[in-house]
């Protein structure tokens, strides 16, 4: 198990804002004063904040939820997502003048918006980790000190950084190149990015050494290579890496069945695309090759969805039925935690191109559903850039691409990119900027 602080760190803190901030933020638990402080939240906040916080997150989940609807969710969903674009990468130029979100953004900071997180963070002079950009920016305004805001996606708008960015003191840990750049064109210098790699859980990577990460990847690249394709061109490279105690001589089925993790979005998204894929693995979960776990997060109202589904095709194959698991918890750390707990047996992720993006880095290959929104686009392309995840193909046919992947040793191959390209290290280069005021630079991809 992963080293825990003695003594918080730092306030940790994320907005009530779907499951994404959440996530980058819960890996920082053990280091923060009260554990994760969730603002937006009714147990964190003071009712007459909770208004302003909620007109975003209606806002944040009807553009999560508006593109599925008909013949007028495209372009509706196209007008919202403009407000959040991200623009393209090149010719690199400046981008740092203020935009139009920025000025809304202030606006509900002078209205109060955080104001119950800026009190708390008052009480004691610790410094401040935020998911959430306008926490950061409430806590700036507000005189605090030594704060830190985590970039939760591969690129950003431009909300994400001050209106006046050489003045600012707002510092940020970054996940990968992208994002570094990115700030640089918003007029962030050098000296406030830390290359830190996003924050996964320590549950999943184990101590520094990443010993958890490693015992569970050389399991799981021995299920994703059944005709024994990609050990013979990887061998040396895997048991320099992971250590040959942690890879099984045995493949495929010998080590165990395949297991796909179908997860929603934070605010349920998608979730249609889990029903057909459930029903079109059916031959596959029946003779036992696969296992399916349908993770409905904190909606129950997705959670009833799946298992609705599951019982039609418990009525049709009651014998597939029984290699499916439905992940559903309505508390943050029960989500968290549960889901921690399956990754260890994930082989393949399907999801959309979430911050789930990041968790690559722990050598699990993703299956992206569409993206919704300007920075899943981002994040599509920077999955592909690192040979970590596949564009879905056709759900209804899942049963028959997916095999083809398995077989071919095309899995196994993506899980082993993802993990030698992405950075794992986030947590606990945090941590060590927390403790040092600065962080050594890793050559070793386990440690990046």
């Known amino acids: 198990m992963a080293t825990v602080a003695q003594k918080p760190l ?48 209606h806002t944040y989940e009807s553009l999560s ?19 959040m674009a991200i623009p393209t990468a090149y010719p690199f130029r400046d981008l740092s003048k203020p935009t139009i979100q920025n000025t809304f953004v202030d606006k509900l900071v002078a209205k109060g918006l955080c104001r119950t997180f800026i009190r708390q963070a008052q009480s004691e002079p610790l410094p401040i980790v935020t998911t959430f950009y306008a ?71 184990g101590d520094e050494d990443l010993s958890i990460l490693r015992s569970d990847l050389g399991l799981r690249l021995a299920r994703l290579d059944p005709q024994n394709r990609f050990w013979p061109l990887h061998v040396y490279s895997v048991e320099h890496f992971l250590g040959k105690e942690y890879c099984p001589e045995k493949r495929g089925r010998e080590v165990g069945p395949l297991t796909i993790t179908f997860a929603v979005g934070g605010a349920g998204a998608q979730k249609e695309i889990g029903a057909t894929v459930l029903h079109a693995l059916a031959p596959r979960l ?30 049709k194959h009651p014998e597939a039925a029984d290699s499916v698991t439905i992940v559903f918890n309505p508390e943050d750390a029960g989500y968290f935690a ?76 993506c899980a082993w990119d993802g993990f030698l390209k992405a950075r794992k290290y986030g947590t606990y280069k945090i941590a060590e900027i927390l403790k040092t005021g600065t962080m050594q630079r890793e050559t070793s991809p386990l440690k990046r």
């Open 338 to 413: 549960e889901f921690a707990t399956i990754l260890h047996d994930t082989d393949v992720l399907w999801t959309k191109p979430s911050e789930l993006s990041f968790y690559a880095g722990l050598g699990i290959p993703i299956i992206m559903a569409p993206p919704i929104g300007s920075q899943e686009v981002h994040n599509r392309e920077w999955l592909m850039e690192i040979q970590g995840g596949f564009d879905q193909k056709d759900p209804e046919y899942a049963h028959e691409w997916l095999w083809d992947l398995l077989k071919e040793g095309r899995l196994a191959e």
């Open 135 to 205: 926490q950061a920016i409430a806590a700036e305004k507000a005189g605090l000190k030594r704060i830190y805001c985590v970039i939760t996606d591969t690129d950003l708008n431009r909300v994400w950084v001050a209106a006046n960015p050489k003045e600012s003191r707002i510092e940020y840990f970054v996940p990968c190149g992208r994002a570094l750049r990115r700030l640089k064109q918003y007029g962030v210098p050098d000296e406030r990015i830390y290359m830190t790699g996003f924050p996964l859980p320590l549950d999943l990577t």
């Open 10 to 57: 730092a306030w940790i803190t994320a907005a009530d804002m779907g499951l994404g901030h959440k996530r980058a933020a819960w890996p920082l638990a053990p280091f923060g004063k009260g554990g994760v402080i969730i603002a937006g939240s009714d147990a964190n906040t003071d009712p007459d904040e909770l208004a302003l916080w909620n007109r975003l997150r």
């Open 286 to 315: 029946s003779d036992g090759s696969f296992r399916l776990n349908l993770v409905a997060g904190k909606r129950p109202e997705v959670a009833v969805y799946f298992r609705d589904q599951l019982e039609t095709l418990r009525s």
């Open 65 to 83: 939820r508006i593109k599925s609807w008909p013949v007028v969710g495209n372009a509706l969903f196209g007008i919202m997502d403009a407000l």
